[in-house]
């Protein structure tokens, strides 16, 4: 569990600038800090991240998962450090450039461990609990300011900076605890090693078990035929259908994650309540630390039924929920601003809430958890370096882009994303796929079906059928049994 925390890290971090924003006492130790200086200080988190993606891929796949949570949490230290003694603001802002950096890193190895460690039936819950803690950190950063808001002078805003650490020294501290993955382990030719941690992990230490014997000898079979069949990297994503589609899929799941009007409220809740008409800054801290538990419980209760809704139908009602709710907290927005009437601002508040509970019914815990699964193993990490570059040039655009577009169109810039939420709709309705109950090697059969690089078809059929019964949900039968007849990604669940 404790490789869940890296996306803790991150929500913390969004929170904590929301909640530093808001403070006098940072206002005075930075002096006031302006439009373009606050765009900078939120974006240049996201640049520290891309910079870092290049090297993310390799360091996963050649110096071993566990390594790359290690080395991010240790760049993210010595980030935190910095930005806590924060003297001026280009150190404050240097700091955070090494935080984004060591984000970028744990942030691409810890959600690929979780994936190929976990037992097949729990797979969903815990690659969608993993982005989920992004809320967790923004709990206590948002509440952590709120009560640091009656201390006088700096450490205000130095003890939640201090506190960003956290999450990171406990991975430190755990990660020795965490097994390697077991197909990285048979992907370097450790497979004895890898027998037993998919035993430990998925029969109590047994490695006679069925389950596992059919897991290992998939994995062993799928990363022989992935060598032999290995072109060029990169460019991979774009010489198959399937790859293309899945290209299409990790893109658009980092942009939509962070262009659906959310970016707003992660770095700029400050500036969205005082134009609903919200000034006391307590209660603006107040409002921010109620919404995160919101979205906290909204988006760990809903881990639990990814198997049971499946991913596509979730896709598509959070997202027509988002843009429909949208619409009318700008139409709410819109009425503030002309008539000042408190019950549109008031109206507005309530709709920003509503919007969050539509957007973690999916995008929060599938973001990382759907790309992770969509992925053959020797892309894995390819993709999701790829799909958190997505989120970070999103991220960048939104940092610099949102402050001084709310200031020059204050409401009229929310009908922007009314009209892109409706684009999101119609791309994830055309293109995302349907995984669940779906054992990880087999995926690959949605995109590139009877080319799909697959070994041990024996086993495959066995592991399904155990699926099947472990999972003891009838109503899956027929969908899990879907997928030997998949020869192509132009299914009813997706088209390209």
């Given at each position: ?7 803790a890290?991150?929500?913390y971090?969004g929170s904590?600038m929301?909640?530093l924003?808001?403070l ?22 996201s ?7 290049p090297?993310?891929?390799y360091?996963?796949d050649i ?9 991010g ?13 924060g003297i001026?603001?280009q150190?404050?802002?240097?700091a955070r450039f090494l935080?984004?950096f060591?984000?970028a ?13 976990v ?9 969608t ?5 992004w809320?967790f950190?923004?709990?206590v950063?948002s ?18 900076s201090?506190v960003?650490?956290?999450?990171s020294?406990?991975?430190?501290i ?13 992907a370097?030719?450790?497979?004895e ?6 035993a430990k992990a ?7 078990d069925?389950l596992?014997?059919?897991e290992?000898r ?23 259908k ?9 893109i658009?799941l980092?942009f ?15 500036q ?15 409002i ?5 538990i919101i979205?906290?419980?909204t ?15 979730l896709?598509l ?8 709710s949208?619409?009318i ?13 408190a019950?549109a601002g ?6 920003i809430?509503?919007y ?8 929060s815990?599938?973001?990382v958890?759907?790309?992770?699964e ?12 790829l799909m ?9 655009f939104?940092?610099?882009v949102n402050?001084?577009?709310l ?6 810039y929310?009908?922007?994303y ?5 684009v999101?709709?119609?791309v994830?309705?055309?293109?995302y796929?349907?995984?669940r ?8 059969k ?5 080319q799909?690089?697959l ?6 059929e066995?592991a ?9 949900d ?5 969908a899990i049994?879907h997928?030997e007849?998949?020869?192509?990604p ?5 088209k390209i």
């Amino acid at each position: 569990m404790f490789a869940v925390l890296t996306s803790a890290t991150n929500g913390y971090d969004g929170s904590m600038m929301n909640g530093l924003q808001a403070l006098p006492q940072w206002e005075a130790s930075f002096h006031n800090p302006g439009p373009s200086t606050r765009g900078l200080l939120n974006a240049i988190m996201s640049v520290g991240s891309i910079v870092a993606l290049p090297i993310t891929p390799y360091i996963a796949d050649i110096l071993g998962r566990r390594a790359g949570v290690m080395t991010g949490c240790v760049i993210m230290i010595i980030g935190v450090v910095l930005q806590s003694i924060g003297i001026n603001i280009q150190m404050f802002i240097a700091a955070r450039f090494l935080i984004g950096f060591g984000v970028a890193i744990a942030h691409g190895s810890a959600p690929l461990l979780i994936a190929e460690l976990v037992h097949p039936q729990h797979r969903a819950i815990f690659t969608t609990i993993y982005n989920s803690t992004w809320y967790f950190g923004s709990i206590v950063a948002s509440w952590l300011t709120y009560g640091t808001f009656q201390l006088a002078g700096p450490w205000a805003w130095r003890i939640p900076s201090i506190v960003q650490a956290a999450p990171s020294c406990l991975q430190l501290i755990a990660i020795w605890m965490v097994p390697e993955s077991p197909r990285y382990l048979i992907a370097k030719g450790k497979n004895e090693k890898a027998l037993n941690i998919l035993a430990k992990a998925h029969a109590n230490g047994n490695v006679e078990d069925e389950l596992v014997q059919i897991e290992y000898r998939e994995i062993r079979e799928t990363l022989q035929l992935e060598k032999e069949f290995e072109q060029n990297g990169w460019l991979e994503f774009f010489q198959t259908k399937g790859n293309r589609h899945r290209l299409i899929i990790l893109i658009s799941l980092g942009f939509f994650s962070q262009w659906s009007g959310n970016g707003l409220v992660s770095y700029y809740m400050n500036q969205v309540l005082q134009g609903a008409g919200v000034t006391s800054a307590k209660l603006r801290l107040e409002i921010n630390g109620i919404l995160n538990i919101i979205n906290f419980l909204t988006a760990v209760t809903m881990c639990f039924f990814i198997d049971k809704f499946g991913r596509r139908p979730l896709f598509l009602f959070a997202t027509a929920g988002m843009c429909a709710s949208f619409c009318i907290w700008t139409i709410c927005a819109a009425e503030f601003t002309k008539t000042a009437v408190a019950a549109a601002g008031q109206a507005e508040v309530a709709f920003i809430f509503i919007y969050y509970v539509f957007y973690n019914c999916a995008w929060s815990g599938l973001l990382v958890g759907y790309a992770v699964e969509i992925l053959p193993y020797k892309l894995r990490a390819k993709g999701l370096t790829l799909m958190f570059l997505a989120v970070d040039l999103a991220l960048f655009f939104n940092s610099y882009v949102n402050p001084v577009a709310l200031a020059a169109l204050d409401w009229k810039y929310y009908i922007v994303y009314d009209v892109w939420l409706f684009v999101e709709l119609c791309v994830v309705f055309f293109f995302y796929i349907e995984t669940r109950n779906t054992p990880l090697e087999e995926i690959v059969k949605y995109f590139d079906g009877e080319q799909a690089l697959l070994g041990g078809d024996m086993a495959t059929e066995k592991a399904r059928a155990i699926l099947i019964e472990e999972a003891g949900d009838h109503h899956n039968k027929t969908a899990i049994a879907h997928t030997e007849e998949v020869s192509s990604p132009n299914s009813q669940d997706g088209k390209i």
